[in-house]
């Protein structure tokens, strides 16, 4: 049981890394490169962040179908983690909700 404990956080502290990275190259990408490429008209900016986000975004599903595989949540809790992956912003307190997960299940590793 505790091996199970400590997979699950490890996992779902990739889970956090993935959800940071995605949520700040949304931010990068919409609210830098987008503005560069429409104000000052240079689109090398979202030629660059695209693919860099469009790589975060796959990680992030990736990471999420794993977590779906090992049973750590609910479907409701991951259908609400994906959803978080195509909202600015959402994706950073997509990572303190993960992280308050974190929290819980280090402290039932402690009482075990």
């Given at each position: 049981?505790?091996?199970?404990?400590?997979?699950?956080?490890?996992?779902?502290?990739q889970?956090?890394l993935?959800?940071?990275?995605?949520a700040?190259?949304?931010?990068?990408?919409l609210?830098?490169?987008?503005?560069?490429k429409?104000?000052?008209?240079?689109?090398?900016?979202?030629?660059?962040m695209?693919?860099?986000h469009?790589?975060?975004f796959?990680?992030?599903?990736?990471?999420?179908?794993?977590?779906?595989?090992?049973?750590?949540?609910?479907?409701?809790?991951?259908?609400?983690?994906?959803?978080?992956?195509?909202?600015?912003f959402?994706g950073?307190?997509?990572?303190?909700?993960?992280?308050?997960?974190?929290?819980?299940?280090?402290r039932?590793?402690?009482a075990?």
């Amino acid at each position: 049981m505790k091996k199970e404990i400590k997979i699950n956080i490890a996992l779902l502290g990739q889970l956090k890394l993935a959800s940071v990275i995605e949520a700040s190259t949304l931010a990068l990408l919409l609210c830098v490169a987008v503005p560069l490429k429409h104000l000052w008209d240079w689109p090398g900016a979202v030629r660059a962040m695209g693919p860099l986000h469009g790589l975060a975004f796959i990680f992030y599903g990736w990471v999420l179908l794993q977590t779906v595989g090992a049973g750590v949540w609910p479907r409701r809790q991951i259908a609400l983690l994906a959803a978080s992956a195509f909202v600015p912003f959402a994706g950073f307190f997509a990572s303190r909700y993960i992280r308050r997960h974190i929290e819980a299940l280090d402290r039932e590793y402690a009482a075990k």
